[in-house]
């Protein structure tokens, strides 16, 4: 797949080692299968997966202080769910800072619109 979209492409394969070689080093970086597809697209979302882990989510809710960022009621760490303040179709990443809580009624309407 990567070879069909790139391979017309003259890359200066030095400079790529060195790039896929410091983002392996790169703790922060969750899906370091993506990091080769990050180096030729520079799209940031093959660095991250859609979903939001445990650690994230409770980054962000500790930020709201469980207060539902739609509704503003307080609820539950485990009654809310991590949704993007951008949009993932927009390009935006799963990172803590892209995340926001949203209790489980208000992301459902969220996600039915
Ligand atoms: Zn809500």
């Given at each position: 797949m990567l070879y069909d979209n790139y391979h017309e492409q003259i890359y200066?394969?030095?400079e790529l080692e060195q790039r896929i070689h410091d983002l392996m080093?790169?703790?922060e970086i969750m899906k370091k299968s993506g990091i080769y597809s990050y180096v030729l697209s520079g799209d940031l979302r093959d660095l991250s997966f859609r979903t939001?882990?445990?650690k994230q989510k409770r980054e962000a809710y500790e930020r709201q202080q469980g207060i539902c960022a739609h509704c503003g009621k307080h609820f539950e760490l485990e009654e809310m769910e991590g949704d993007h303040i951008t949009p993932w179709a927009e390009g935006g990443v799963t990172t803590a800072?892209?995340?926001q809580m949203l209790c489980k009624e208000c992301n459902r309407?969220?996600?039915a619109k």
């Amino acid at each position: 797949m990567l070879y069909d979209n790139y391979h017309e492409q003259i890359y200066d394969t030095a400079e790529l080692e060195q790039r896929i070689h410091d983002l392996m080093e790169d703790d922060e970086i969750m899906k370091k299968s993506g990091i080769y597809s990050y180096v030729l697209s520079g799209d940031l979302r093959d660095l991250s997966f859609r979903t939001f882990d445990k650690k994230q989510k409770r980054e962000a809710y500790e930020r709201q202080q469980g207060i539902c960022a739609h509704c503003g009621k307080h609820f539950e760490l485990e009654e809310m769910e991590g949704d993007h303040i951008t949009p993932w179709a927009e390009g935006g990443v799963t990172t803590a800072e892209n995340c926001q809580m949203l209790c489980k009624e208000c992301n459902r309407k969220k996600g039915a619109k």
